[in-house]
């Protein structure tokens, strides 16, 4: 591709809006931005007026679950994220790998007809790869899903299973890393393990941390639904007790500039400060947050110590549907819901949070 994309606003993200602005593309990469004015007399000939449009740069959603796009509407907000779970579970355990396909791809094209280019998107059903990177043009990091409590099985085991998956895919657009689900749904073991691994390896690394406050009550005062539910379980509950989930991540030596810790919904003090020293970065789903009910998200706090701050969409499945309407995988929407929530935050930021934040 090659050419110039002319439209009556360019947003360049690294300067004022541009009226009547160009875009200059060689060999499908962006190598100039300017006022058509400066660019109409030259050689080229290949121009696409876009017309009465603002042109800005692909949109980048940080975190994504596309397999459950097909879930919309299916969970009514439940009263304890616990119980959440246990119905997420229940409702996966009935899908078929055709279902969690037609899922990804509708939740695909929801992505590319809003704008967004790239997405971080965690992969529960890594049979599906690389079958969906081929039926999208979108740039897809997938990260592999780890969880080590139920299955009982070794965490050297685990960690092998979805390496050997990994080294089996593609090199192509798009490509997979790891995912550690959660600190209370994972052994401190394997989040060490994968921790090293990604760090050897130069991978980014995905982790859901303190999104909820029973997951906080849990690491923290040993105490609330999930601590009960996970111990009826068997999970080895000898990590709880007087850590927050952020510090528990980094006892197990995770906590890194490669990873994407994703929610951070609860702190405690001293909490963001370990995030912006390790240089973690943040990723906020705004309709999911809603979904939820959750506190405030400690938006000031974690930037006052210049943590970088992504949005996501997470999945359709945590995003409050009335009942005649259609809901879809929007970036848009997620910076309305979060300059609703974040009034004194300006449009700019809120859009540098679905853009450069996002793709660093």
Not at 306 to 328: F, I, P, Q
Request: aromatic share 6%; hydrophobic share 40%.
């Amino acid at each position: 591709m090659a050419g110039y994309l002319r439209a009556r606003i360019v947003l360049p993200l690294h300067g004022p809006p541009i009226h009547d602005g160009v875009v200059q593309v060689q060999r499908g990469r962006v190598v100039a931005t300017g006022r058509w004015r400066d660019f109409r007399n030259s050689s080229a000939r290949q121009v696409n007026d876009l017309g009465e449009v603002i042109l800005l740069p692909g949109l980048v959603n940080a975190h994504c679950h596309l397999d459950y796009t097909g879930m919309a509407g299916q969970l009514v907000p439940p009263r304890s994220f616990t119980d959440w779970i246990k119905s997420i579970t229940e409702l996966k355990a009935g899908w078929s790998d055709t279902d969690f396909a037609q899922s990804w791809q509708l939740g695909a094209r929801m992505l590319i007809e809003t704008g967004t280019t790239t997405v971080g998107d965690i992969e529960a059903v890594p049979d599906l790869l690389p079958r969906m990177w081929e039926a999208t043009p979108l740039r897809v990091i997938s990260f592999l899903e780890m969880t080590g409590v139920r299955s009982r099985r070794a965490p050297e085991l685990i960690l092998k299973e979805a390496c050997g998956r990994i080294a089996r895919l593609p090199s192509r657009q798009s490509r997979a890393c790891l995912s550690p689900h959660a600190p209370y749904s994972t052994t401190p073991a394997l989040l060490r393990l994968s921790g090293e691994l990604a760090r050897r390896r130069g991978w980014r690394l995905t982790v859901h941390v303190s999104e909820s406050r029973e997951e906080f009550d849990m690491f923290t005062l040993r105490k609330g639904p999930m601590f009960s539910w996970l111990s009826q379980n068997e999970r080895d509950m000898s990590d709880c007790g007087g850590v927050s989930p952020v510090r528990h991540v980094m006892r197990a030596g995770a906590l890194g500039d490669n990873l994407l810790a994703i929610h951070v919904n609860y702190l405690r003090p001293g909490d963001a400060s370990l995030l912006g020293r390790h240089g973690v970065h943040v990723v906020h789903c705004p309709r999911s947050h809603a979904y939820f009910g959750h506190a405030p998200f400690p938006y000031q706090e974690l930037k006052r110590q210049r943590v970088n701050l992504a949005l996501g969409t997470d999945s359709l499945a945590t995003v409050l549907k009335g009942r005649r309407e259609t809901v879809r995988l929007d970036m848009f929407a997620e910076m309305a819901a979060f300059a609703q929530t974040h009034p004194e935050v300006g449009p700019s930021t809120i859009l540098r949070m679905a853009t450069v934040n996002a793709a660093k």
